[in-house]
């Protein structure tokens, strides 16, 4: 069975850089149709997707987003990270590993299944 | 950006009750829609996909329909289990969105 266990610290504090990993357990990350993303949900506030791997290559990102974040794949570990620069009270969320099926030579994709999120506070 | 807008933001039901979660993006998405159910400190679920496929171990009672701009979920003969948010997402395009939720209370 597929499980994502998200990694990192819990607290964080502002102008740093955040760095978060999901480990994937009972299947190959490198293989396709699958992709990997990143979501978060701030405290009172809904779900904010933030990133996504294609397993074709290309890593989209959510351009509200883009300039602060990196997303990376490390197939040898079967795990991938995410990596947030000069972080602020904005960035404290749950943040939300997934796979993504992507269904090939459409649009259509989803996110299942999710790890359980870990929860990131930036402060001082 | 494409954008989602759940309604209600929350409601308060019955076992037993027919529910009803509706969603309408600011553009047409065709059927890109999927539904998601959050329970307090558990990993997302999803839900339905391609705006009305049911996810393999869904219950029966969740269903979807909709295209276009409008979209609904709907939850039959409600049971205590189903106590959750429920999120809708466009996948039209980047970025994806989701809605806001909508919290369900019984």
């Known amino acids: 069975q597929l499980q994502l266990l998200e990694s990192g610290p819990g607290l964080v504090r502002p102008s740093e850089t955040l760095s978060l990993t999901c480990t994937v357990s009972?299947?190959?990350?490198?293989?396709?149709?699958?992709?990997w993303g990143w979501i978060r949900r701030p405290p009172g506030k809904g779900l904010e997707w933030i990133a996504t791997?294609?397993?074709?290559?290309?890593?989209f990102y959510n351009p509200s987003l883009k300039s602060q974040v990196t997303m990376s794949v490390d197939t040898s570990r079967n795990h991938f990270s995410l990596k947030v620069t000069s972080v602020t009270a904005a960035d404290t969320a749950v943040y939300y590993c997934?796979?993504?099926?992507?269904?090939?030579?459409?649009?259509?994709?989803?996110?299942?299944?999710w790890g359980q999120g870990i929860m990131v506070t930036v402060s001082s | 950006d494409i954008q989602m807008t759940q309604s209600p933001s929350s409601l308060s039901a019955s076992i037993g009750d027919r529910v009803t979660i509706t969603c309408r993006a600011s553009?047409?998405?065709?059927?890109?829609l999927n539904w998601y159910q959050h329970k307090p400190g558990k990993a997302p679920k999803l839900l339905i996909y391609?705006?009305?496929t049911l996810q393999s171990g869904v219950p029966s009672r969740f269903s979807g329909s909709g295209s276009g701009t409008d979209f609904t979920l709907t939850i039959i003969n409600l049971q205590p289990e189903d106590l959750a948010t429920y999120y809708c997402?466009?996948?039209?395009?980047?970025?994806?969105?989701f809605g806001g939720g909508t919290k369900v209370e019984i």
């Open positions: 391609a705006a009305s």
């Open positions: 553009q047409s998405i065709s059927n890109y």
């Open positions: 997402q466009h996948v039209h395009s980047i970025p994806l969105t």
């Open positions: 997934a796979r993504q099926f992507v269904v090939p030579g459409t649009a259509d994709n989803w996110f299942d299944p």
């Open positions: 009972g299947d190959s990350i490198s293989g396709g149709p699958y992709s």
């Open positions: 791997f294609y397993y074709t290559g290309p890593t």
